[in-house]
């Protein structure tokens, strides 16, 4: 692949948890240009490790990705259950907050309504020049004008519980970030936090392996 045929972007994030998703589905109201997102999981997830039977969310439906800014965007959880033809489960199940389960179920309802959201995708290097420049695998992906993170955090267990072993209670486990290497971290914002490919961008689903960057433009160690 030769770097004219890289697409390039208003913005790219790194990430495709809630944030990142919220992001791209209320981009596509205020701004004229694209957006692409890169998650390296297969699949929209929201803390795996709490994905238990009849666990819930502690916020209300309503804080959904787009229902406080555009109550009738295409992506709401209300349109999300009617298009699932589940609305009237959900109504009956009397929930006032989400099922972690179900909200797995909409975000990958809503990264599928999305243009330009790949999973399966690492991005493990970034550099800076004149334009943001993603790669994966020393492969350059994309260019960006902007770029948003929106990673996650980092699991951590309090000092004071470090010694207590799994049947002293239970644990939940959760994937780290992902490492980038950065070279213009001061540019980048950050946030907490089936996909249409763009033309030139690669469909794969494996997991890349973090390595060092080279390249063209390339400037990360």
């Known amino acids: 692949m030769t770097e004219q045929h890289i697409p390039h972007f208003h913005t790219a994030g790194v990430g495709a948890g809630p944030a990142n998703l919220s992001v791209a589905a209320l981009f596509e109201a205020v701004a004229p240009d694209r957006i692409v997102l890169f998650e390296a999981q297969a699949c929209p997830a929201w803390h795996g490790g709490l994905l238990f039977p009849g666990v819930r969310m502690q916020t209300g439906w309503l804080k959904d990705l787009v229902s406080l800014v555009e109550p009738a965007h295409r992506v709401s959880f209300l349109n999300y259950l009617v298009r699932t033809h589940r609305v009237f489960t959900f109504l009956s199940a009397q929930y006032a907050e989400i099922p972690r389960l179900e909200y797995v179920r909409y975000l990958e309802w809503s990264a ?31 260019t960006s004008d902007h770029l948003i993170l929106g990673i996650g955090s ?15 209670g239970w644990w939940a486990a959760a ?24 033309p030139g961008l690669p469909r794969s689903t494996t997991r890349l392996r973090p390595t060092r960057c080279t390249g063209p433009r390339m400037a990360c160690s």
């Open 154 to 168: 980092m699991p951590r267990m309090p000092p004071g519980l470090a010694g207590l072993d799994g049947r002293s």
């Open 112 to 142: 599928q309504q999305l243009s330009d959201v790949h999973f399966g995708m690492r991005v493990d290097c970034i550099s800076y020049a004149d334009g943001f420049a993603l790669y994966s695998d020393g492969k350059l992906l994309t």
């Open 175 to 198: 994937k780290p970030a992902p490492n980038v290497s950065w070279n213009c971290a001061a540019r980048a914002s950050r946030t907490s936090a089936g996909s249409a490919a763009a």
